[in-house]
């Protein structure tokens, strides 16, 4: 089966209290169980984490190029300044792999210095502003580019 770490950065664990009427009312653990089925009806075996810090996310997508795993990221707030992050993920479609970047608002929509994604020049894609359902439509994106 295909792996696929899905990745969160800081305060995604705060999903479900953290400011609902952007991120909505569910938790990280309504996330987690959600991709895990969506992924298991793809034939993707899916492991989702999430982090605060930024030096453990860069572990995690090392690992992904170290396993062969392809990723869901969403960097959170490391998307608009993590160089580190940026250049870590870069070994992710380089290695062959299949990187999305996710959000479940619109960056754009938002403020101004939510525009800017450094991981997004290095991602496979983007999906962005459709909540939860950003994370399985990218599960489905990596699940039919692995079928051609």
């Known amino acids: 089966m295909t792996r696929v770490l899905v990745l969160n950065g800081p305060n995604l664990g705060r999903l479900g209290v953290r400011e609902p009427e952007v991120y909505g009312a569910a938790t990280l653990a309504d996330l987690a169980g959600a991709a ?7 034939g993707l075996e899916i492991e989702v984490r999430q ?13 992904a190029v170290d396993t062969a795993s392809h990723v869901v ?14 250049d870590a993920a870069a070994q992710i479609t380089t290695a ?5 970047e996710v959000h479940l ?5 938002r403020e101004e210095f939510r525009h800017v994604s ?3 020049p290095v991602a496979t894609g983007t999906v962005a502003g459709f909540g939860f359902d950003s994370y399985r439509l990218a599960l489905e994106a990596i699940a039919a580019r692995l079928v051609r």
Do not use: C, K, Q
Request: charged residues 15%; negative net charge.
């Open 118 to 120: 450094v991981v997004g």
């Open 51 to 63: 982090t605060d810090d930024e030096a453990e996310m860069i572990g995690w997508v090392h690992e």
């Open 105 to 109: 608002s619109n960056p754009v929509a």
């Open 73 to 86: 990221l969403n960097p959170a707030a490391f998307t608009h300044y993590s160089y580190a992050l940026r």
């Open 36 to 42: 895990t089925g969506w992924g298991s009806d793809l």
């Open 96 to 100: 062959g792999l299949l990187l999305v």
